[in-house]
């Protein structure tokens, strides 16, 4: 198994367009977590998945954001309308339950 | 919410020191891990320990979760080891990550 996987790993946008970011987690973890890291501070929880289910949404989630696992494997991050706040990196983890996560490369979002 | 506090912020050291990292969190939690976050972005496990001791190499921590708190040591640190290093607790059902602390090992 080669560990979590995140594509792209960077995006340029401009302001107003939509983005989309993979993420294959590790293939046996039933949890897939995402978190949003900007310059200088630490991860900050997004989203999480327990198999195709999503259990929790941080406030930070906009109703501009959108996440899916379809079939329980992997997931898709969806920004609408993107806003220079946004330019962040994104990460994505696996896990077995709350056992060690795992986390991605990321994906480094800059919107202009 | 569970607060997450790491000490130092910054911690600068010449090569071949010692150093120990702190993490203390604000209540009760499942389990706790240690990062390393490299220059690129991408967070790198060190270390999953939700109490006692642990090793690797010149890397050791532990967690006393009874007293809400963890410990990195890095000793005879190298210049791969700059960075910023992490700590992050389970709660309920999710890491929540502290404030980090920057590492600079210099020549």
């Known amino acids: 198994d080669t560990g979590v996987s995140q594509n792209p790993r960077h995006k340029i946008t401009k302001r107003g367009q939509n983005v989309t970011f993979r993420c294959d987690p590790i293939s046996e973890h039933n949890r897939l977590y995402w978190y949003r890291q900007t310059l200088g501070q630490g991860p900050e929880f997004l989203t999480y998945?327990?198999?195709?289910?999503?259990?929790?949404k941080s406030r930070l989630l906009s109703d501009r954001f959108s996440a899916e696992r379809p079939k329980g494997s992997f997931s898709t991050l969806e920004i609408q309308r993107t806003e220079q706040g946004d330019s962040a990196m994104y990460l994505c983890a696996s896990s077995l339950l709350v056992a060690e996560a795992f986390f991605g490369q990321g994906t480094r979002l800059t919107v202009v | 919410g569970i607060q997450v506090e790491q000490s130092p912020p910054d911690l600068i050291l010449q090569e071949g020191a010692n150093s120990t990292l702190r993490c203390n969190f604000s209540d009760s939690v499942n389990n706790l891990q240690w990062f390393h976050q490299n220059p690129w972005g991408q967070l790198i496990n060190l270390f999953y320990i939700p109490s006692g001791t642990k090793q690797n190499g010149r890397l050791s921590a532990t967690t006393v979760a009874t007293e809400r708190y963890s410990l990195l040591y890095i000793s005879s640190s190298q210049t791969t080891d700059s960075g910023v290093y992490f700590c992050?607790?389970?709660?309920?059902?999710?890491?929540?990550f502290g404030t980090g602390t920057r590492l600079q090992v210099f020549p």
């Open positions: 998945f327990q198999n195709e289910a999503q259990l929790e």
């Open positions: 992050a607790v389970y709660n309920t059902d999710k890491l929540i």
